[in-house]
């Protein structure tokens, strides 16, 4: 499978939750075989798939056969919506800390940053402060 499809960016967010989309189109392309390799090494159990688990407090298991079970995304937030127990203060810290991520404050990750920018060659691109920029910059979003 050479054709990358790419999930939604990071920064889209569904009931609340900041990634969730992304999530949920990673997972609906898992389901049909349609997950590119390069999103295999982290999808559900690292990176910022692992984080929302972690954040949401549900095992990757449980949202697998939830979008596995359903058409649209509507159903999947009110799933969240119902069986996902956090406040929007949670969300909202969730939010922040990946929106964030890389900015600052953390030089072996900026320098994780750097290095991501430079294989993917935006080394150049100093608009690119945060993980989820680089995201988006490499999946050609911006």
């Known amino acids: ?9 990071a920064k889209e967010i569904m009931g609340g939750w900041a990634y969730l989309p992304r999530l949920v189109d990673k997972i609906r392309l898992h389901l049909a075989g349609r997950l590119h390799a390069d999103y295999q090494a982290n999808f559900l159990h690292k990176g910022f798939d692992r984080l929302w688990f972690d954040r949401a407090g549900i095992a990757p298991e449980e949202l697998v056969e939830v979008v596995r079970q359903s058409v649209t995304d509507g159903e999947v937030c009110d799933w969240v919506a119902r069986n996902v127990r956090k406040t929007e203060a949670d969300r909202t810290a969730h939010r922040e800390y990946l929106f964030n991520h890389g900015r600052v404050g953390d030089a072996e990750l900026q320098a994780r940053l750097q290095m991501r920018k430079e294989q993917s060659g935006l080394g150049h691109r100093d608009d690119l402060q945060t993980f989820v920029d680089y995201i988006d910059a490499d999946e050609k979003r911006g």
């Open 1 to 9: 499978m050479s054709e990358i499809i790419y999930p939604r960016s």
